[in-house]
């Protein structure tokens, strides 16, 4: 069982910065890799960006690149979304997840942390 738990969101004006942090505990030696998915009003949640655990290899999606950055740090069981040049787009609530190796969907969830981006 791993548990995560995010913080960092919030409001801020088109063109800020905001940081997301997600705290993980748990048997964090059975996950593979984690993301930020994001659930805007009225559309399906999306994934914005990964990294696996151990290696810590990046991947980000058209929404994000050039403009956020995953990261994670192992020894303290952190992963961070770190987001400049917010637009209005970006409103959403951020989920972080993480999955056990040879998995296709998302083993488990945060309970989402939520973040307004306003002219």
């Known amino acids: 069982q791993v548990n995560l738990v995010e913080s960092g969101g919030g409001s801020v004006q088109i063109g800020g910065s905001l940081r997301l942090s997600c705290a993980a505990s748990g048997r964090m030696f059975d996950i593979y890799d984690m993301a930020w998915l994001k659930q805007s009003p009225g559309k399906e949640r999306e994934i914005v960006a990964g990294?696996?655990?151990?290696?810590?290899?990046?991947h980000y999606y058209d929404s994000a690149k050039g403009r956020f950055t995953i990261s994670r740090d192992k020894a303290k069981n952190t992963m961070d979304l770190q987001m400049h040049r917010l637009e209005v787009e970006d409103t959403a609530v951020y989920f972080c997840?993480?999955?056990?190796?040879?998995?296709?969907?998302?083993?488990?969830w945060g309970q989402g942390t939520r973040v307004i981006v306003s002219s």
């Open positions: 990294i696996t655990w151990t290696g810590g290899y990046t």
């Open positions: 997840t993480a999955r056990e190796a040879g998995k296709a969907s998302w083993d488990y």
